[in-house]
């Protein structure tokens, strides 16, 4: 059974700081890994899909990576901005399969 | 385009009674995934409908039931409500979802049960 894990559970930093969050999966069988932002009582909106077969993804102020054989992601966030305070979530799916399975996120908060 | 759609956005419902939540898929879509979010809990997958029929199911009881319609909107409906099925109910679309198609995800429908 495929198990998400997030870490650190709540991040709190200065405006302009540059930052990491973790998310390891104990399945390293996975078809691609997903990092979601979500803000306090809405919806996911998508930051960064990364396909198995890759190894980072970038958007912007936003570097994913994916180590599949160690079953880790990092999510890069470069000179942070208050705006960027939110809950970051990652997500696997595996090989043939049809469902996300979910960490438990990251709240992150960017202090003005 | 439109995105993927959810009504109603907020629900209080009362133990044991019944509850019907909707989702419209972004256009082209023929997939709807449907999740529960309990508060400060990543989502967790209830099911999923590929054109029209059921294609998976997370660890839910039976009274969690789902429907797509032709046009592959969907509903999730959950009978004899309890209060630990207070949370956050989300939708998502994708194209072809069963073969790995990336998810889109709607605002959500927050279910609170009294």
Same mark, same amino acid.
């Given at each position: 059974k495929?198990?998400?894990?997030?870490?650190?559970?709540?991040?709190?930093?200065?405006?302009?700081?540059?930052?990491?969050?973790?998310?390891?999966?104990?399945?390293?069988?996975?078809?691609?890994?997903?990092?979601?932002?979500?803000?306090p009582g809405k919806g996911l909106t998508s930051l960064l899909l990364?396909?198995?077969?890759q190894r980072e993804q970038t958007s912007g102020r936003l570097n994913a990576s994916l180590?599949?054989?160690?079953?880790?992601?990092?999510l890069?966030?470069?000179?942070?901005?208050? &705006?960027?305070?939110?809950?970051?979530?990652?997500?696997?799916?595996?090989? &043939? &399969?049809?469902?996300?399975v979910f960490g438990a996120g990251t709240i992150l908060r960017v202090k003005s | 385009e439109t995105g993927v759609t959810q009504s109603p956005t907020h629900l209080i419902k009362t133990r044991g009674q019944q509850v019907t939540l909707r989702c419209s898929s972004q256009s082209g879509h023929n997939t709807v995934s449907w999740y529960q979010q309990a508060l400060g809990q990543g989502p967790q997958f209830i099911f999923q409908y590929y054109r029209?029929?059921?294609?998976?199911?997370?660890?839910?009881?039976?009274?969690?039931?789902?429907?797509?319609?032709?046009?592959y909107s969907s509903e999730l409906n959950?009978?004899?409500?309890?209060?630990?099925?207070?949370?956050?109910?989300?939708?998502?679309s994708s194209l072809n979802g069963r073969f790995g198609g990336e998810q889109y995800f709607g605002p959500g429908t927050r279910l609170t049960v009294t």
């Open positions: 495929q198990e998400v894990t997030q870490i650190p559970a709540a991040l709190s930093v200065p405006e302009g700081e540059n930052l990491v969050l973790n998310c390891s999966f104990t399945d390293s069988a996975i078809y691609n890994l997903q990092w979601f932002r979500q803000d990364i396909q198995s077969s180590d599949k054989s160690s079953g880790r992601s990092t890069y966030i470069a000179a942070s901005q208050p &705006g960027d305070s939110a809950t970051y979530l990652c997500a696997v799916r595996r090989m &043939g &399969g049809n469902k996300l | 029209e029929e059921e294609n998976g199911r997370g660890n839910f009881p039976p009274r969690f039931s789902g429907l797509q319609f032709p046009n959950v009978n004899a409500l309890e209060l630990d099925d207070s949370a956050l109910y989300l939708c998502a």
